[in-house]
């Protein structure tokens, strides 16, 4: 194992975690480091789309993630106001039978755990900030806040949309905000029973510029969760968010439907998350450093394939590191660019855009998509 070429991941989130698994599967020497002292259970919902399931597949956790997650039969789109029905995306047996998995949606936090148990015991590294790196030619020195240093053949940045590794490549720049903010908050299941309304498995309620988008995060229906996109004007964004409220949450969706009063009334926390965003970069990876998800390619979360990008990217790094040996990285990363730059930004222009799924449309293109079965573009394609 210890003459084994090296793989370093900085971010043990969705991406990183994807990658690691796979990478270990396909018989790579792997570490992930993390900055987070310990893992907890950080975040709230998040949908995973067949696109993603079929990568679960792989990383032999696709039965246990199905198992804990909530299996909406339909994405309703509604209008926020008056309720009447502008799309009804079939999922449930419509997804396994078109799409090739389920569509499921659950809580990040469980989902992160999960992805952690298909990895090799001990190469989790937590408490580990990458303050520098320093790529040699010959390999690559990854230097961290607690003094420790590391060394590594290739090193993958999974480290989300403030990546120290994307700051190495092309330099300091902050993301740009969006004009957008996303209140989020949980609910418990049980505080729903006392209403005689309908509490939809998974509804987005929209007006003409702002929307809220609802859905259990359990199959037992004991988590109900919302997220929305508000215009907002820019604060100084200290933190990753601020505590909102019931107040704000009933100045913003006050003349939305009963079933949105319902859940705000249920709101016991609500924070308020600035939704954030980067151009297109110019270059993927250089000498022995390449990015993947957020720290590639971050987008407004609304179409709900942000996550869905980073795990799809590392299935195909994955895939092209096999094809080429670890040995001929330079192709592999050459190679990977290629078969992903095309789909991530479309996605990231959709999800920019929001207006996914607010009308009747085939949403094939996405859940549809299996990264593994792709034919793989040559570098000159
Ligand atoms: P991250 O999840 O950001 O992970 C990066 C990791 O790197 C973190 O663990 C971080 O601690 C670590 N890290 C950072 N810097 C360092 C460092 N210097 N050293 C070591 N470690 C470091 N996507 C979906 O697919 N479906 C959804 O339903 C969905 N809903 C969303 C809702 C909201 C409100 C938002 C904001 C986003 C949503 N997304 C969704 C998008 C999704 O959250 C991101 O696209 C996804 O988390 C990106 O994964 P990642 O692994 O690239 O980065």
Same mark, same amino acid.
């Given at each position: ?125 937590? @408490? ?196 080429? @040996? ?53 570098? @000159?394609?």
């Amino acid at each position: 194992m210890s003459n084994m070429k090296r793989i370093a991941i900085v971010g043990a989130g969705l991406g990183g975690l994807a990658a690691g698994s796979l990478l270990q599967k396909a018989g790579f020497n792997v570490q992930v480091y993390e900055q987070s002292p310990v893992f907890s259970r950080l975040g709230a919902g998040i949908h995973m789309g067949p696109n993603v399931l079929k990568v679960f597949r792989r990383m032999g956790i696709e039965q246990q993630l199905e198992d804990l997650a909530s299996h909406p039969d339909f994405w309703f789109s509604r209008d926020g106001e008056t309720g009447e029905y502008l799309s009804r995306i079939p999922l449930g047996e419509f997804a396994r039978k078109e799409y090739g998995a389920a569509y499921v949606t659950v809580h990040r936090g469980d989902l992160q755990a999960m992805q952690m148990t298909s990895m090799s015991p001990g190469s989790i590294h937590f @408490g580990k900030c990458l303050s520098s790196v320093e790529d040699s030619g010959s390999d690559v020195v990854l230097r961290f806040q607690d003094g420790s240093e590391e060394r590594a053949d290739i090193v993958i940045g999974a480290d989300g949309i403030n990546s120290k590794l994307r700051e190495h490549l092309l330099g300091v720049e902050a993301p740009t905000y969006s004009g957008w903010v996303a209140h989020r908050a949980l609910i418990r299941g049980e505080q729903l029973r006392k209403y005689n309304l309908d509490f939809e498995d998974c509804v987005k309620w929209w007006s003409e510029d702002r929307h809220l988008m609802v859905y259990y995060t359990t199959k037992s229906r004991d988590e109900y969760y919302y997220v929305s996109g508000v215009p907002h004007p820019a604060w100084d964004f200290k933190g990753s968010f601020v505590d909102s409220s019931q107040q704000e949450m009933l100045e913003t969706f006050g003349h939305y439907h009963p079933v949105v009063q319902a859940l705000i009334e249920c709101s016991e926390s609500v924070t308020k998350w600035p939704l954030l965003n980067r151009q297109p970069l110019p270059v993927w990876s250089e000498g022995r450093i390449v990015l993947l998800g957020d720290a590639c390619h971050p987008m407004k979360p609304h179409m709900a394939q942000g996550a869905a990008m980073a795990i799809e990217d590392a299935a195909m790094l994955t895939r092209c590191l096999t094809e080429t @040996g670890l040995e001929d990285y330079s192709t592999a990363f050459r190679l990977y660019e290629v078969n992903r730059k095309e789909r991530a930004s479309g996605v990231q222009a959709v999800s920019n855009a929001n207006t996914f799924l607010r009308t009747q449309e085939d949403p094939a293109w996405v859940y549809g998509y299996d990264v593994f079965a792709a034919p793989l573009k040559s570098e @000159g394609a």
